[in-house]
């Protein structure tokens, strides 16, 4: 721990042309940087004048010194609460560089070295102590801080708190002790999480006394955005990775830890450099490989989850996505790892129906609450609607957060090449109505293959009103049936079970299309391997099945059901010819 004397003057600015002028000496000379970043001065002074303060700018925008500077402004010791080790560690050695008196509390220290800091902090010698929330939370811990001078409480990643987000920890809902034991200490909450969800429980746990919050624009203009059809997922990577990023770092992100293993296994042997790293690596693997990724050039980590918070390395160069995140923030977490130095950057994900049935299973097997569940699938729904987008990425995602855009960007791949779209209309009423016959419990396959009239053993187990969409949709293939069904399903018109077994059913959404009140306009799929376009344009002849007795007696049958009384109406008939 570095002893110097803190490099700040000892006059403590008090009027509004002293506030500024310390604030910028300090940017300066501790720091070495010339300017704030955008409303860094401002909340620099809401905090100097003891203010609370909740902070909401993505990755790499600057948080840190959001505290750090009121730190050494104002008298007393800031306290930052910060979830990760290896986070802490960084901040102070980077601060200790500049000469400022950093210190951290973590499990990782022995007894000597931890009295040694906390004597400090009692006689002042401290400007910042970095701990973790469990540590923090001690009695111990509290009454030390209550015998100190405390100046400010920052709680970084503050998103944290929310028991909806992906990063959730149960001590950050325990936090109010601060405000109940040092009511006159403002605090700021910090976070890169910015759903409106998130930002009212931080709010609401953090600061219920009130605050000022600030809202950093969250576009990363340098990131380039793109998402295609997935076909043979690490084909894809590969050729991306070889014809757009060799020798660049880069992290990949897949949704099971045997994934991560046999991916970045693929990859070595490919010749391009890539490790895994997931929670069930023992420690040390895990450790090794993040700090090879962090001091090694052209290095891949092929990830679950587990990596990424905290990691601050500049520049990785893309972030691939090679199975749908859970939900849009985790999306736009996990892609703000890439270009935080500010140059060009791009997030890469492939995706297909099987994420969407992935992602929703697991939401419904993930033991939430109803409350929980629907809170996730609104979060999964947005990130659907940020795959299908036939416009500006870029416009969708700051949407979400709640940020005009007015599209347009330049920098995705709709707009660089707008997709196809065609009229769908007619052929989501048909793939709706044979969901809604075939008894709203089959998959996409299956429900391909009664439009498309093949036949098959399960087949044999429906009733004849059951079949009667049987073979209305012989014009498309089923990859085209497999791209509205997928499309259907993610802009909300087909939902999948609740159980999670993987059935298609009807959503309220439907009955619009299906009453022939609305139309319906869909993405032309570029096909991953052969590049073809799918689409109306893709007609094939009808299946052999079509053909013979039964196929006849099926067409009887379902005229009959036509004229009968009592027929839904928004289911349509479709005579096959
Ligand atoms: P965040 O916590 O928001 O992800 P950091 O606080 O880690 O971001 O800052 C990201 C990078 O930007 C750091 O390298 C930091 O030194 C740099 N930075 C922050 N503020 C400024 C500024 N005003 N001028 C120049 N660089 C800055
Ligand atoms: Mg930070």
Request: proline share 5%.
């Amino acid at each position: 721990m570095t002893r110097s004397p803190c490099l700040v003057p000892d006059t403590r600015p008090a009027t509004e042309a002293s506030f500024d002028q310390a604030a910028h000496q300090v940017l300066r000379d501790v720091f070495g940087y010339d300017a704030f970043r955008g409303q860094q001065l401002e909340i620099i002074r809401s905090l100097f004048e003891g203010r609370n303060a909740m902070v909401l700018m993505p990755t790499g925008g600057g948080k840190s010194l959001c505290y750090q500077i009121p730190a050494l402004l104002r008298p007393g010791l800031t306290v930052v609460v910060s979830p990760l080790i290896a986070l802490m560690r960084d901040q102070v050695e980077a601060l200790q560089h500049n000469g400022v008196r950093a210190a951290c509390l973590n499990s990782s220290l022995d007894p000597v070295m931890r009295r040694d800091i906390e004597q400090s902090a009692l006689a002042g010698e401290l400007d910042l102590l970095y701990v973790a929330p469990e540590r923090l939370l001690t009695e111990n811990m509290l009454g030390l801080l209550e015998r100190s001078e405390i100046g400010l409480f920052a709680i970084d990643e503050a998103h944290c708190v929310s028991q909806w987000g992906h990063d959730f920890r149960p001590e950050y809902m325990k936090l109010d002790v601060l405000r109940q034991r040092f009511p006159q200490v403002p605090r700021i909450a910090l976070t890169a999480t910015a759903d409106q969800r998130t930002r009212e429980e931080i709010g609401r746990q953090l600061l219920p006394d009130g605050g000022e919050t600030y809202v950093a624009s969250f576009d990363r203009p340098n990131i380039h955005y793109r998402v295609g059809l997935k076909g043979n997922a690490r084909e894809q990577l590969l050729t991306f990775i070889r014809e757009r990023h060799t020798g660049h770092s880069g992290i990949v992100y897949c949704m099971s830890r045997k994934r991560t293993e046999s991916t970045a296994e693929y990859l070595s042997s490919q010749g391009v450099p890539a490790v895994p790293y997931h929670a069930g690596l023992d420690n040390e693997t895990r450790q090794h490989h993040q700090e090879r990724f962090l001091h090694e050039e052209g290095l891949v980590v092929v990830a679950t989850v587990a990596f990424g918070m905290g990691i601050d390395k500049p520049d990785v160069r893309f972030v691939a996505h090679l199975d749908l995140p859970k939900s849009i923030e985790a999306y736009y977490q996990e892609t703000g790892r890439a270009g935080r130095d500010g140059e060009p950057a791009e997030a890469w994900m492939v995706y297909g129906l099987q994420d969407v049935y992935q992602v929703r299973q697991m939401l419904a097997q993930s033991g939430a609450d109803e409350h929980q569940q629907k809170a996730e699938r609104e979060r999964l729904e947005a990130l659907l609607a940020f795959c299908e987008a036939t416009g500006c990425r870029r416009q969708v995602l700051l949407r979400y957060f709640g940020e005009e855009h007015d599209g347009g960007c330049g920098n995705c791949d709709n707009c660089l090449q707008p997709p196809k779209t065609w009229d769908a209309t007619d052929s989501a009423r048909k793939a709706l109505s044979c969901v809604y016959r075939t008894g709203q419990r089959f998959g996409a396959t299956h429900v391909t293959d009664v439009l498309m009239g093949r036949t098959n053993d399960r087949l044999s187990r429906l009733g004849h009103d059951q079949l009667s969409t049987f073979g209305i949709g012989t014009d498309l293939s089923k990859q085209t049936w497999h791209s509205v069904l997928r499309q259907l399903l993610a802009h909300g018109y087909l939902q999948s079970d609740p159980e999670g077994h993987g059935g298609l059913q009807l959503a309220p959404a439907c009955r619009t299309l299906l009453k022939g009140e609305a139309g319906l306009s869909l993405r032309e799929d570029i096909l991953p391997a052969a590049r073809k376009t799918s689409g109306t344009s893709t007609r094939r002849s009808a299946p052999p099945d079509v053909a013979g007795p039964e196929w006849e007696e099926l067409r009887r049958f379902r005229k009959e059901l036509a004229d009968a009384e009592g027929v839904p109406p928004y289911i349509i008939f479709h005579d096959a010819t």
